[in-house]
T-cell receptor, first 114, second 110 residues
Framework: DVKVTQSSRYLVKRTGEKVFLECVQD?????MFWYRQDPGLGLRLIYF???????EKGDIPEGYSVSREKKERFSLILESASTNQTSMYLC?????????????FGPGTRLTVT | DAKTTQPPSMDCAEGRAANLPCNHS???????VYWYRQIHSQGPQYIIH???NNETNEMASLIITEDRKSSTLILPHATLRDTAVYYC???????????FGTGTRLTIIP
């Protein structure tokens, strides 16, 4: 089974802190994604990556950056956390080789910025 | 990508078929319909996708109308574990940028 893991289920940080959210997948997938999920807004794509060291902005990249140094790992970075970044963060991976482009999601990290 | 419209919530009795509708009247000829679901406190899970023919897998069936302007996801024998938010997404095949709306919150009633 595909497994996507995220470094923490719950995280509490202070305003202005630099925050790293880590995501690892074990299926050699080319594509990886970061979403945030807020009540009433659904899931919104922050960044995605098609390959190592490649990244593209999603719908809401402001205030975030990403890093993909290895194929299995995709990191989301909040350079200076703010309270409006309190949210559930979800990582996903996929591979075009399977033909269906289905995305496999991790369990999520609930980040609270105080 | 075409916009989708889903009812915000639905109930279904345990053991009955759950039929979840989705309207996508602006769908274009090469756009697919995907369904995902999200059980509480978990990440979304892929269920099924289709272009114009009806599709079935071990989880569900997808019925797409002939004009492709709407579709229905069918869970044939709903169980309590099917309680979740169900998302209908329309996108071009191979487009990795999925747009999740707010979905339908399905509650299975014992």
């Amino acid at each position: 089974d595909v497994k996507v893991t995220q470094s923490s289920r719950y995280l509490v940080k202070r305003t202005g802190e630099k925050v790293f959210l880590e995501c690892v997948q074990d299926m050699d997938h080319e594509n990886m994604f970061w979403y945030r999920q807020d009540p009433g807004l659904g899931l919104r794509l922050i960044y995605f990556s098609y390959d190592v060291k490649m990244k593209e902005k999603g719908d809401i990249p402001e205030g975030y950056s990403v890093s993909r140094e290895k194929k299995e790992r995709f990191s989301l970075i909040l350079e200076s956390a703010s309270t409006n970044q309190t949210s559930m963060y979800l990582c996903a991976s996929s591979s075009p080789s399977g033909g269906s482009y289905e995305q496999y999601f991790g369990p999520g990290t609930r980040l609270t910025v105080t | 990508d075409a916009k989708t419209t889903q009812p915000p919530s639905m109930d279904c009795a345990e053991g009955r078929a759950a039929n979840l509708p989705c309207n996508h009247s602006t769908i274009s000829g090469n756009e697919y319909v995907y369904w995902y679901r999200q059980i509480h406190s978990q990440g979304p899970q892929y269920i099924i996708h289709g272009l114009k023919n009806n599709e079935t897998n071990e989880m569900a069936s997808l019925i797409i109308t002939e004009d492709r302007k709407s579709s229905t996801l069918i869970l044939p024998h709903a169980t309590l574990r099917d309680t979740a938010v169900y998302y209908c997404i329309v996108t071009h095949f191979g487009n990795e940028k999925l747009t999740f709306g707010t979905g339908t919150r399905l509650t299975i009633i014992p």
